[in-house]
């Protein structure tokens, strides 16, 4: 029996119900430009490369008044692939961009994946 490998937005669905459960803020990032009014204009979205998911939460406690900084805070980079899939040299670069910055990035294959990086 053939088995049915998920579409890379079923997946990218799951991680996000996931990580919401998880009392993460989930925010997908569209890259490069889409079709908006019948395909009459565009919109210019993130970067190019720029993976697909932006997620955190505070691990910490706020502290001052009236900014409310937070002390420990869990920010991650995700670019969602189906299983077996690559990032493109595009993605790389800018994972490699990003975490120059600081940031972490991860490349996800399915919901298990992540589940088992203990966030």
């Known amino acids: ?10 997946i990218q669905k799951q991680i996000i119900d996931y990580l919401k459960l998880k009392h993460y803020f989930v925010m997908r990032l569209n890259s490069g430009s889409y079709a908006v009014n019948g395909g009459k204009s565009f919109v210019r979205g993130c970067e190019p490369g720029t993976p697909d998911l932006l997620a955190f939460k505070v691990l910490g406690k706020r502290i001052g008044q009236p900014d409310h900084i937070h002390v420990g805070l869990n920010l991650f980079f995700i670019e969602v692939k189906r299983p077996k899939g690559r990032v493109t040299e595009l993605q790389e670069q800018k994972m490699i961009e990003l975490e120059a910055y600081g940031a972490i990035c991860l490349v996800i294959h399915s919901v298990d994946e992540l589940q088992a990086l203990n966030l």
């Open 1 to 10: 029996m053939k088995k049915i490998i998920p579409l890379e937005s079923e």
